[in-house]
């Protein structure tokens, strides 16, 4: 995975601090034009990789990728899913068993349904596999070398033991997109525990890292603790809290922790984005992390 | 380790299933649900015993604790089984569909001696917490207004089928969106004790009301104004904030962000005159396992904490929940509409 890799809340009004700055986002990326502007920025910067939730509307972001070609030759998208809201706010509206019936492409929740009777594994599994294919459509033609699944599913699962699912979704991106499976969660130690237990080694997982512990489950300690020890291609999300931290101080913490694959951060403009760009560059060139990138 | 069973594994029953599942200091011993799907799943993937009958488990599982997220009509039935079995109680919010249902409740918790808690979380929010730490100081001097308002996009279209449309399951924009903001304000400013005119306004549902807009008065006199919408699109998701309005000071709050102006050099330690900005980064102590919002964490472990004696049923008891049903009763009964 690349060093640095662009996000994706600031476009949809995903702001964890501030419900001001969250609407000023909605009103700032009406128009998809930009969205595209400002990852344009990134790409200038030197970011190629964008990672995405499966937001309706990334879809005309794909689209105006696939119409560029040239322009976008190295450009990769890691896509993140499922896009939580789009769900839970159908299981509001038509439970579990209309959202599915919702969801699924063709008609095979709806004959499940009709046969009445009890369901197999495997047949749960081809539901997370036909919601995956679905998910993946709109990336048609553009390199998607890492999908992700989003905090919230993976945290669920993880709290439930549903381990086969998680493994189950490892397995189903590489056999169908050829891609490696990454996990976004809120319980990083945790996480890497299990699915070692379950087989997966140097997983990828996209998890909170800041110096002042916001959303590291259990402790900052122990996350350390496990980037000291532990095998797996760590990607620092939230490295700022929130903008708790200052952008020099934050990026500083995060360069100097081993095994840190990549960063993951967002920004809406120009100024913020190359500031951010710099002082990645600039911390990962010092001590420890020479390793990781050389 | 605390034994829990949990009897409703919808959209909140399973986010809690998923945090207990978690826990350190809990069992999970059993899980009981109407659905053949849901009960299948759970059977096929996760080690947790599976009922189809909610009193079956009751008898088979020896519980110590139950958590109950079913809809709101069945509470008064299956929260009073569970609270006759002798088990300790979490239950989703609204208590009861009426003030009487919880009354009895409230009563019968209180002979069982056990434990019993209620999911209103904003409680457990720092920002919220923080509010509640500045007023009890007294910080804002002689409060004499307050506006407490949720938005978010629960019905966003005209077709609805599903108990949240329907008024007898509890259903409906005020038992289910603004309870949340009641229960913030009579925890923060006062128990409600009149309601001043009430609009329910319905805006794509048929049966139930999509909005809510009245004055409150709280038990110090104070008034206030209540603004809830859960047709309001603009909002990503439930968005609960409060504002409040004192003679020396002004307070605004969501589960974000806290606002706090002082007038005058008279603040408390960490404040200053003006403007002061402090983000829920700053003001929430982690969990040791994060699903959706450190508060949904928190509200569980206070309530295993409560079981294992280490803190007071305070925060969320019934008989909190149920001041809440009585302002919901109230307001149902002054609406003008």
Not at chain 1, 220 to 239: F, N, W
Not at chain 2, 291 to 315: K, T
Request: hydrophobic share 40%; aromatic share 10%; net charge negative.
């Amino acid at each position: 995975m690349d060093r640095i890799i662009f996000g994706d809340n600031q476009f949809f009004a995903v702001n964890h601090i501030s419900d001001e700055k969250s609407r000023a986002q909605s009103i700032k990326f009406k128009e998809d034009r930009a969205i595209i502007k400002t990852l344009d920025i990134a790409i200038e910067s030197g970011i190629n990789t964008f990672m995405c939730t499966t937001h309706d509307r990334i879809e005309n972001i794909c689209d105006h990728i696939r119409k560029n070609p040239s322009k976008y030759q190295d450009f990769k998208i890691y896509p993140c899913m499922p896009y939580a809201h789009k769900y839970a706010n159908a299981v509001t509206e038509m439970g579990y068993a209309g959202t599915l019936k919702h969801f699924v492409p063709g008609n095979f929740v709806g004959s499940l349904f009709k046969g009445g009777l009890a369901f197999l594994s495997k047949d749960y599994i081809s539901i997370m596999e036909l919601l995956i294919d679905s998910e993946m459509k709109m990336f048609k033609g553009i390199q998607t070398p890492v999908i992700f699944l989003q905090n919230v599913i993976t945290d669920l699962l993880l709290g439930l033991g549903m381990n086969d699912i998680l493994v189950a979704f490892h397995r189903y991106v590489k056999k169908k997109y050829g891609a490696e499976a990454g996990y976004i969660t809120m319980n990083m130690p945790k996480l890497l525990s299990v699915l070692e237990a379950n087989g997966i080694t140097n997983p990828i997982i996209c998890s909170s890292i800041n110096k002042v512990g916001f959303r590291m489950s259990g402790g900052r300690e122990v996350y350390e603790e496990v980037l000291r020890t532990k095998k797996v291609r760590a990607m620092a999300m939230q490295v700022l809290a929130g903008g708790a931290i200052h952008p020099k101080e934050a990026i500083e913490y995060v360069c100097s922790l081993p095994n840190i694959e990549s960063i993951l951060f967002g920004a809406s403009s120009a100024a913020n984005i190359e500031q951010t760009v710099e002082l990645i560059n600039e911390y990962s060139l010092t001590g420890e992390s020479m390793e990781v990138i050389a | 380790m605390v034994k829990v069973a949990l009897i409703g594994a919808g959209k909140m029953g399973i986010s809690h299933l998923s945090i207990l599942g978690a826990h350190p200091n809990v069992e999970v011993v059993g899980v009981s649900d109407t659905s053949k799907m849901v009960l299948d799943v759970f059977e096929k993937y996760s080690s947790f015993p599976c009922f189809s009958n909610y009193e079956e488990m009751l008898a088979k599982t020896n519980a110590d604790a139950v958590f109950v997220s079913v809809p709101t009509k069945f509470h008064a039935t299956m929260v009073r089984k569970v609270l006759e079995s002798g088990k300790h109680v979490f239950a989703e919010k609204p208590l009861c569909l009426t003030a009487e249902e919880g009354k009895s409740l409230v009563a019968l918790a209180a002979e069982k001696a056990v434990v019993n808690q209620v999911g209103y979380h904003n409680k457990f929010i720092g920002t919220f917490r923080e509010v509640k730490r500045l007023l009890d100081l007294g910080v804002l001097g002689e409060v004499y207004h307050f506006t407490g308002e949720s938005y978010g996009p629960v019905v966003i279209r005209e077709k609805q089928d599903n108990w949240r449309a329907d008024p007898a399951e509890g259903g409906g924009c005020l038992m289910d969106y603004a309870s949340h903001v009641i229960d913030l304000i009579n925890y923060l400013l006062g128990n409600i004790t009149s309601v001043k005119g009430t609009m329910l306004e319905s805006i794509y549902s048929k049966n139930v009301e999509d909005a809510v807009y009245c004055i409150l008065e709280v038990n110090s006199g104070v008034n206030g104004v209540l603004s809830v919408n859960w047709s309001d699109e603009t909002y990503r998701k439930m968005s609960t904030s409060i504002t409040i309005q004192g003679k020396k000071g002004k307070i605004i709050c969501d589960a974000n962000e806290l606002k706090v102006y002082f007038k005058t050099n008279d603040f408390p330690e960490g404040y200053s005159k003006g403007w002061n900005v402090k983000y829920v980064t700053d003001l929430t102590d982690s969990v040791d396992f994060y699903l959706r919002g450190e508060e949904y964490s928190s509200q569980i472990d206070y309530f295993i904490s409560a079981i294992e004696r280490q803190v007071p049923n305070v925060i969320n008891n019934f008989k909190s929940a149920w001041y809440t049903d009585n302002v919901i009763s109230m307001i149902k009964s002054s609406n003008l509409n």
